[in-house]
């Protein structure tokens, strides 16, 4: 009967696809670390996380289809769209965050949208070890190009400064899609072609324009692996020598690469940050708050009273985001100020947004009404995408008719190209 079961299960995950990877970014950065990375021989303390929310998550997965059924993904786009299946070569989130000077030195280019895991640990042996996945939306089409996102695993500690773990198995070479790929180091690389390999023309992002299918025919059935990245690399393990007892800090991070473009994401097994050896040293948690004495009367406290919506709002640096002339694209500054708002919305999940969309005096009337409605419709795209549901959103537009400014001066005009954003309790 069991043996039936687990050939109905498998029926149904390859017809139905119901076996699907699952994300979740709702947990702290604590927990992560604590109760999901963290295994034998190790304390953990002082964590610290760096990007955006929805780069880093937990996923799980029943089927072990990578070889790991539970871990940490951290990404350099969004680990929600990192499930299958594999639809799409050009997948990407733009958090538009900043890069990272570190990465930078061993991708030999400018980094982008950085998610950085860092936390001090100590081991109670002196073998520290943990599993990885590497994988990427770069495969294959950027194999041997400068757009190759870049992680790294830096350790600092007694006898390590700021050592990069994430190498190919007995070498120092680090990890990239130039080193592990189809044509190169392949006994470590692994790959999950997309349905438009059943499509002679397809979409290059980079070029903007579509393309003749390099790869068209050469695949025979679906994507074999239930997510969306094009590639990943076989089950590779981060190892060094550690001295037991004394204080390590370790950085995990990946990043874009030259552009904003095309997610990559490295899974870590759960539960294998590890330190295992011949001598093992009892070790205390540093890490821990101290327990109050048992006759300590602590006075309790009130619960602080929820701070209005409209107080909060109060406190923003801004209540528009401005665009440049002709344009409905969101500028770095733009996001910046839309991503306060989405913190805010999180926080008070009742609250209503009122989104509307505005132009200068420079072109027709309808034009104008279709540039402004099209301006709102890009913040409200934004924030959709960051978790915003669309119950909490309202757009509207008034292309040139409300200006705040005056038309007849460049800076007038650009104070009138703008969405407002009013939050309403």
Known sequence: MQQLLVVFISLLCATAGICQMQIDTSHTIEHLVNEVLLGEGVVAGNIRYTGARHAIGTFTDSTRMLSINNGILLTSGS??????????????????????????????????????LAFDFITSAENLSFDFIFASEEYTEYVGSKFNDVFAFFINGPGLADVNLAVLPKTQVPVTINSINYKKNKKYYVDNPTETYHEAIVYDVRKKATVKNKNYGKAKALPQYNIQYDGFTTLLQAACKVVPGELYRIEIAIADVSDYSLDSGVYLAGHSFKSTGDKIIPITNPFQPMPLPTDTLVAEVPPMPEIPVATVVSTLPATSVEFLFDTYSLTDSATSVLEQYYHILKKYPQAMLEITGHTDSMGTDVYNDMLSQNRALSVARYLKQLGIPEKNIHVSYSGEKRPVASNETTEGRARNRRVELIIQQ
């Open 79 to 116: 680990a929600l769209v990192s499930t299958g299946p594999n639809k799409f070569t050009d997948m990407q989130f733009v958090n538009k965050t900043p890069g990272y000077a570190k990465l930078e030195g061993i991708a030999n280019g400018r980094t982008h949208d950085a998610a950085i």
